[in-house]
């Protein structure tokens, strides 16, 4: 069933795990993750980076493929597909009206004051659609540029005014970690990322969750975190496989066995995450 994220989120705030957010970036990895959290039973949320949807088409040919797998292989956990990183209205908007049921709007290149006018933007046309958003405070590294805000850790003081001045269903604090691998080991601010929890009745996003050690994971769901956002480890497991298959396989040239060479390490995956953040 496809849904917004708002009562799962709320769910794994109240009862300390995180939901799963996988990135999305083709059919194949859909249809993995789909049958990997339908076997365990645990909600998940599909998540598609603006240069994911151009790379499989757009958001209409998204919401078609997850609704057709969900219906053809009998799908039946709730389902949140999601815009991770939209980078402006009119991205959102597309999206929304495609039917994505949840959209994160990351204004965090802005200053707050601009942040929280694109996010409430955002939030009045997602809500009269029965569409969750998702706004960013602070400015997650890796990969966004263009960055004008000199901020770069989320303060409880911004996210207790970007909240009450947009009605947003979830929130994700820069408090240290980045996309893609670390390069050293992940300094995540636990006590603001705590205080921010305490503060707001509002589930809280962890972006970046490749790499983070499981210690570490495990403490910021008991500081809080409700989701948390997965892509590079799964591309790692996946690419992996599929290059020892073809290292020692010179004849096979059928897409499907390529493909399907990285089904099994991206499903194990999938479970270890699913495991660890307490989904299941
Ligand atoms: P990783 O690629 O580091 O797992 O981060 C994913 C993410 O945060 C997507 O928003």
């Not at 569409?131 to 770069?152: F, K, P, Q, R, Y």
């Not at 893609?180 to 305490?198: A, H, Q, R």
């Not at 707001?200 to 956002?229: F, M, Q, R, Y």
């Amino acid at each position: 069933m496809l849904v917004n994220s708002k009562k799962m989120l709320l769910d794994a705030k109240e009862n300390h795990y995180a939901v799963p957010h996988f990135n999305i970036n083709d059919l194949e990895w859909t249809k993995y993750i789909l049958e990997k959290c339908n076997e365990l039973k645990v909600p998940v949320i599909l998540g598609v980076s603006e240069g994911a949807a151009k790379y499989m088409g757009g958001f209409n040919t998204i919401t078609g493929m997850v609704k057709g797998l969900i219906k053809d292989l009998n799908i039946e956990i709730p389902v949140c597909l999601h815009v991770d990183h939209g980078q402006s209205f009119e991205t959102c908007k597309k999206a929304i009206d495609a039917g994505f049921t949840s959209v994160m709007i990351d204004g965090s290149k802005y200053e707050l004051k601009e942040n929280i006018r694109i996010t409430k933007e955002v939030v009045e046309y997602a809500h009269e659609r029965g569409v969750t958003v998702e706004a960013e405070v602070g400015h997650i590294g890796g990969s966004e540029d263009n960055v004008t805000s000199s901020v770069l850790n989320a303060t409880l003081e911004d996210c207790q005014i970007l909240y009450e001045n947009t009605g947003i269903d979830s929130l994700a604090p820069a408090l240290g970690s980045v996309h893609g691998f670390y390069k050293g080991e992940p300094n995540l601010d636990f006590e603001t990322m705590k205080k921010i929890n305490d503060t707001l009745p509002i589930p809280l996003v962890l972006h970046g969750g490749s790499g983070i050690p499981d210690d570490k994971i495990t403490k910021a769901i008991e500081c809080g975190i409700a989701k948390i956002n997965v892509n590079t480890e799964l591309q790692y497991s996946w690419s992996q496989a599929v290059r020892e298959f073809l290292n020692n396989d010179s004849k096979s040239y059928d897409p499907r066995k390529v493909i399907g060479s990285g089904e099994k390490a991206m499903k194990e995956n999938i479970e270890k995450k699913v495991r660890l953040f307490k989904t299941r």
